[in-house]
């Protein structure tokens, strides 16, 4: 575990490294908004990455090492993310191309800071377009289309979206791939996990020379 402090206090990274030989990939996820990096998918992920000789960095946002449950507003949790990828950019991962990702609120802020972060591609989980609930459904104004759509198209995106989310399914775009898999948010089937991760990652990795 690495410690890494943070404007809004100290965050918490677990590494774990891929084959002996590694790549030239990295890969780092954030939680969601009351889990921790533990989740099915984001092990599942982690497993997928791993396997392909790429280095994966977990990140638990202060709040969380905290002992806090929900979570602060959206620029406090991009400026810790921020702080933690300019530590490990210049640490541990220093020399590697980084995928920044995350799990539901995790993926939000993986794709609001990409640009900043150098991203060279954003793994999203369970990305939760809009609020659950019928009512809510047709209300453009609170979806969170704006924040896949800030990624740069030169970013590739990959949502892997359960399909019974009542989050909702993003749509597709223009370098942005969505991958549909049985399930609704939780996304517990670590094997459909990895098959939707893994051929994308790798794709990038050739494409990266990682």
Not at 28 to 57: C, F, Y
Request: proline share 10%.
């Amino acid at each position: 575990m690495i410690d890494v402090p943070t404007p809004h206090g100290s965050a918490r990274v677990r590494l774990e490294t891929g084959a002996a030989d590694g790549g030239r990939l990295a890969l780092v996820l954030g939680h969601g908004a009351g889990g921790g990096v533990n989740s099915p998918d984001l092990r599942a992920t982690t497993e997928a990455a791993v396997a392909l000789g790429v280095t994966v960095a977990l990140v638990e946002q202060p709040y969380r090492v905290a002992g806090r449950r929900s979570p602060p507003p959206a620029r406090q949790l991009d400026t810790a993310w921020l702080a933690v990828m300019e530590a490990l950019v210049c640490g541990p991962l220093a020399g590697l191309r980084v995928v920044v990702g995350g799990r539901s609120s995790g993926a939000r802020v993986a794709c609001r800071t990409a640009e900043i972060a150098g991203a060279a591609g954003v793994v999203c989980l369970a990305f939760p377009l809009l609020p659950p609930g019928p009512a809510r459904q047709g209300d453009a104004s609170r979806s969170r289309l704006g924040e896949l759509e800030a990624v740069p198209a030169s970013i590739p995106v990959l949502i892997v979206q359960g399909e019974r989310d009542p989050f909702g399914m993003p749509p597709p775009g223009e370098n942005r791939s969505v991958v549909a898999i049985p399930g609704t948010h939780a996304l517990p089937s670590a094997k459909a996990v990895r098959s939707a991760v893994s051929p994308w990652l790798a794709v990038l990795a050739g494409a990266l020379g990682g």
